[in-house]
């Protein structure tokens, strides 16, 4: 198993350490049996054995609300009238020994206990995170006394980095078990966590369960929204799950958390989207380095990035040159301003030295071209089948968020050099005048691309452009794009053609993506549609949960606003996305055919200092305001926007 936050290894070998499982134990029975294994989206795996006297099940979980507790349960019901014992054999795996962890065993407490720390530090001069393990003794057998027809046991292991930390927590667990609230405490939290979103589409079945995966695995990922600070490290393409030595990115953290898994998480749970940014600004000191060791200033968030934000990358060109990095870090920033109004992630929270930082080192990285009186960039895009080339579309125009910084600087009443507004205005951004679309780069003549790269320029990016240059940009892109190419890609061209009205086109690109969902449960998403690469793909979810959240929908996170421009495909009938937190309300959308209804929440969970604020809708083609509460307002499907309740606005009639 791994746990938040602990790596081995430096620089390029730095991967997610190896920590031994107690709780690897399998259920073996005397007589033959029937094997069946489920998942619930209250992340409880359960094995079962059925045999002709006896159903014995494990269930497996890592428990919600308290993040480092994991818990085995086992459930032992008699099949038939006996008056014989009932004895399964627990038959278990664990050593107290890893190859990244140096192990030694510490005096019992209340149950099995080792210490250790990992053998090597990410950087010369860093620290190797240290690891404790406290468990509940495993029996080699279990057995169902005769005059019992059922029985249950329960086991637990907590993972910490302090001594005191563990104690804690195996104390807790303990109680919980005592009182019969281990289980219900851990499905509370799901509960609760479901309460808050909701994606639900009616008239695709399949549909309907591939959202409800995406969401599932994304907050897997995520902390408790009670604890958000406990041993959060990021979300690595792979998940917590994957990441060892060699194995799905070595459990890095790429631009997928900031671009691909953000937004979907964010458009619901304020706390979770700030511990995202919680993260980045850990990072800081090591980003500082980056970029002095560059020969530049300000930040350079690392391509791959583990605990100190140094560059953990296995091969140097990436982290030299895929420098969009820090756009994506700085868009994530600013949708979750524009989200919640939540300065104090800004001030106290640090995040302003993030954007600053950020603005500082495009200043410095770029160079004037006086024949074309622009800001060129020599770098790698996104599509990783080039590099050294000058102006990536999607780098110069995630740059050019500078604009931000001017923005959060005025609001923070910090001066703002006159280079952050410059260059983003006068950055360069390639345009094909005579085919009317965005090429790559320069001198980009139609080569495959790997993946989604310029089609972002519409969506997340916003760069303005006419319906034509938008449509030549897909049409340009679609058939050049590698067909066995990461999973995120074919949602953004989804989007793409739900912002031009063209539903049913969108959706054969969206269907693209159900070739990457696997087995085991069918909710399991590979990184390329053959199979191969990262499992289980996070960043591919990412990209499908938006296509629907923010393609069918039209949301679109603004300064003022949260726009929105429905429109459904024909074999989708209905769209329900509840628990959408907007300026600390939360709302209830159903889209149909031809109407929109919203319901406002009474009561929200805001971040931060920020308030719950008075809403409106603002229906564009006719400018109608429609103040929004706690009953249903419905409306005729059209694009529009939610914004602050203005004093002039009309009242809506019920």
Same mark, same amino acid.
């Given at each position: 198993?791994?746990?938040?936050?602990?790596?081995?290894?430096?620089?390029?070998?730095?991967?997610?350490? +190896?920590?031994?499982?107690?709780?690897?134990?399998?259920?073996?029975?005397?007589?033959?049996? $029937?094997?069946?294994?489920?998942? +619930?989206?209250?992340?409880?795996?359960?094995?079962?054995?059925?045999?002709?006297?006896?159903?014995?099940?494990?269930?497996?979980?890592?428990?919600?609300?308290?993040?480092?507790?994991?818990?085995?349960?086992?459930?032992?019901?008699?099949?038939?009238?006996?008056?014989?014992?009932?004895?399964?054999?627990?038959?278990?795996?664990?050593?107290?020994?890893?190859?990244?962890?140096?192990?030694?065993?510490?005096?019992?407490?209340?149950?099995?206990?080792?210490?250790?720390?990992?053998?090597?530090?990410?950087?010369?001069?860093?620290?190797?995170?240290?690891?404790?393990?406290?468990?509940?003794?495993?029996?080699?057998?279990?057995?169902?006394?005769?005059?019992?027809?059922?029985?249950?046991?329960?086991?637990?292991?907590?993972?910490?980095?302090?001594?005191?930390?563990?104690?804690?927590?195996?104390?807790?667990?303990?109680?919980?078990?005592?009182?019969?609230?281990?289980?219900?405490?851990?499905?509370?939290?799901?509960?609760?966590?479901?309460?808050?979103?909701?994606?639900?589409?009616?008239?695709?079945?399949?549909?309907?369960?591939?959202?409800?995966?995406?969401?599932?695995?994304?907050?897997?990922?995520?902390?408790?929204?009670?604890?958000?600070?406990?041993?959060?490290?990021?979300?690595?393409?792979?998940?917590?799950?994957?990441?060892?030595?060699?194995?799905?990115?070595?459990?890095?953290?790429?631009?997928?958390?900031?671009?691909?898994?953000?937004?979907?998480?964010?458009?619901?749970?304020?706390?979770?989207?700030?511990?995202v940014l919680e993260y980045r600004v850990g990072?800081?000191?090591?980003?500082?380095?980056?970029?002095?060791?560059?020969?530049?200033?300000?930040?350079?968030?690392?391509?791959?990035?583990?605990?100190?934000?140094?560059?953990?990358?296995?091969?140097?060109?990436?982290?030299?040159?895929?420098?969009?990095?820090?756009? +994506?870090?700085?868009?994530?920033?600013?949708?979750?301003?524009?989200?919640?109004?939540?300065?104090?992630?800004?001030?106290?929270?640090?995040?302003?030295?993030?954007?600053?930082?950020?603005?500082?080192?495009?200043?410095?990285?770029?160079?004037?071209?006086?024949?074309?009186?622009?800001?060129?960039?020599?770098?790698?895009?996104?599509?990783?089948?080039?590099?050294?080339?000058?102006?990536?579309?999607?780098?110069?125009?995630?740059?050019?968020?500078?604009?931000?910084?001017?923005?959060?600087?005025?609001?923070?009443?910090?001066?703002?050099?006159?280079?952050?507004?410059?260059?983003?205005?006068?950055?360069?951004?390639?345009?094909?005048?005579?085919h009317q679309y965005h090429p790559e780069y320069?001198?980009?003549?139609?080569?495959?691309?790997?993946?989604?790269?310029?089609?972002?320029?519409?969506?997340?990016?916003?760069?303005?452009?006419?319906?034509?240059?938008?449509?030549?940009?897909?049409?340009?892109?679609?058939?050049?794009?590698?067909?066995?190419?990461?999973?995120?890609?074919?949602?953004?061209?989804?989007?793409?053609?739900?912002?031009?009205?063209?539903?049913?086109?969108?959706?054969?690109?969206?269907?693209?993506?159900?070739?990457?969902?696997?087995?085991?449960?069918?909710?399991?998403?590979?990184?390329?549609?053959?199979?191969?690469?990262?499992?289980?793909?996070?960043?591919?979810?990412?990209?499908?949960?938006?296509?629907?959240?923010?393609?069918?929908?039209?949301?679109?996170?603004?300064?003022?606003?949260?726009?929105?421009?429905?429109?459904?495909?024909?074999?989708?009938?209905?769209?329900?996305?509840?628990?959408?937190?907007?300026?600390?309300s939360q709302m209830d959308w159903l889209l149909?055919?031809?109407?929109?209804?919203?319901?406002?929440?009474? $009561?929200?969970?805001?971040?931060?200092?920020?308030?719950?604020?008075?809403?409106?809708?603002?229906?564009?083609?006719?400018?109608?305001?429609?103040?929004?509460?706690?009953?249903?307002?419905?409306?005729?499907?059209?694009?529009?926007?939610?914004?602050?309740?203005?004093?002039?606005?009309?009242?809506?009639?019920?």
């Amino acid at each position: 198993m791994h746990m938040g936050g602990v790596y081995n290894g430096e620089g390029g070998r730095c991967h997610r350490a +190896d920590v031994p499982c107690p709780l690897a134990v399998r259920v073996e029975l005397e007589e033959p049996a $029937q094997h069946t294994y489920t998942l +619930d989206t209250h992340k409880i795996f359960t094995h079962t054995l059925n045999s002709a006297s006896i159903t014995a099940t494990q269930s497996l979980y890592s428990h919600r609300h308290y993040s480092n507790l994991m818990v085995m349960e086992i459930l032992l019901v008699r099949q038939e009238t006996s008056n014989e014992p009932v004895t399964v054999k627990l038959v278990s795996s664990f050593t107290p020994q890893s190859k990244d962890i140096i192990f030694e065993s510490r005096p019992d407490y209340r149950g099995g206990h080792i210490q250790g720390h990992t053998t090597t530090a990410e950087y010369p001069g860093g620290s190797c995170p240290t690891v404790h393990i406290i468990w509940t003794p495993i029996p080699l057998t279990l057995t169902l006394p005769p005059e019992h027809s059922q029985a249950r046991w329960g086991f637990i292991l907590v993972v910490a980095g302090t001594l005191n930390s563990a104690e804690a927590s195996f104390d807790e667990g303990l109680n919980l078990m005592a009182t019969g609230s281990l289980r219900p405490s851990h499905e509370k939290a799901w509960q609760e966590l479901w309460l808050q979103s909701k994606v639900e589409v009616t008239g695709s079945e399949s549909l309907c369960k591939a959202l409800i995966g995406c969401m599932f695995y994304l907050l897997s990922a995520f902390p408790s929204i009670h604890n958000t600070s406990s041993s959060f490290g990021g979300v690595s393409p792979g998940g917590l799950s994957n990441g060892g030595e060699g194995q799905d990115y070595w459990g890095h953290v790429f631009w997928d958390q900031d671009i691909w898994m953000y937004p979907g998480i964010a458009l619901f749970y304020p706390k979770l989207a700030r511990a995202v940014l919680e993260y980045r600004v850990g990072t800081i000191d090591g980003a500082k380095d980056n970029a002095q060791k560059q020969g530049y200033k300000g930040l350079k968030f690392p391509w791959e990035s583990a605990v100190s934000g140094r560059e953990v990358c296995p091969e140097d060109i990436y982290g030299q040159q895929e420098i969009h990095i820090n756009g +994506d870090v700085t868009l994530a920033f600013q949708h979750y301003l524009y989200l919640s109004e939540d300065l104090s992630m800004f001030r106290e929270g640090r995040g302003s030295e993030v954007i600053y930082g950020v603005a500082d080192y495009w200043v410095s990285r770029v160079t004037w071209n006086p024949e074309d009186q622009t800001y060129h960039l020599l770098v790698m895009p996104p599509d990783e089948y080039y590099y050294n080339v000058n102006n990536s579309v999607y780098t110069n125009s995630v740059a050019k968020l500078l604009q931000f910084a001017v923005e959060l600087a005025e609001l923070l009443q910090h001066p703002a050099p006159k280079e952050w507004q410059a260059v983003a205005k006068y950055i360069k951004i390639p345009f094909d005048q005579e085919h009317q679309y965005h090429p790559e780069y320069d001198g980009y003549i139609k080569h495959p691309v790997k993946q989604a790269d310029t089609v972002l320029l519409g969506y997340p990016l916003g760069l303005p452009m006419s319906p034509e240059v938008r449509r030549n940009d897909l049409d340009a892109y679609e058939p050049v794009t590698d067909p066995h190419g990461p999973a995120m890609t074919w949602g953004m061209f989804a989007i793409g053609w739900l912002e031009l009205g063209e539903a049913e086109k969108a959706q054969l690109l969206l269907e693209k993506c159900f070739k990457n969902i696997q087995g085991p449960f069918q909710q399991v998403w590979s990184e390329s549609s053959d199979g191969s690469g990262t499992v289980n793909f996070l960043t591919g979810m990412g990209g499908f949960l938006q296509a629907v959240l923010f393609g069918y929908t039209g949301f679109r996170i603004q300064k003022d606003c949260l726009a929105f421009s429905p429109l459904l495909p024909k074999d989708v009938s209905e769209l329900c996305v509840r628990g959408v937190n907007y300026l600390g309300s939360q709302m209830d959308w159903l889209l149909r055919k031809g109407e929109v209804c919203i319901i406002l929440r009474e $009561q929200a969970g805001s971040a931060g200092n920020t308030k719950p604020c008075n809403l409106q809708v603002v229906l564009k083609a006719s400018g109608t305001k429609i103040p929004l509460t706690p009953q249903p307002v419905t409306f005729p499907r059209e694009p529009g926007y939610v914004s602050k309740l203005t004093s002039t606005a009309s009242c809506w009639p019920f």
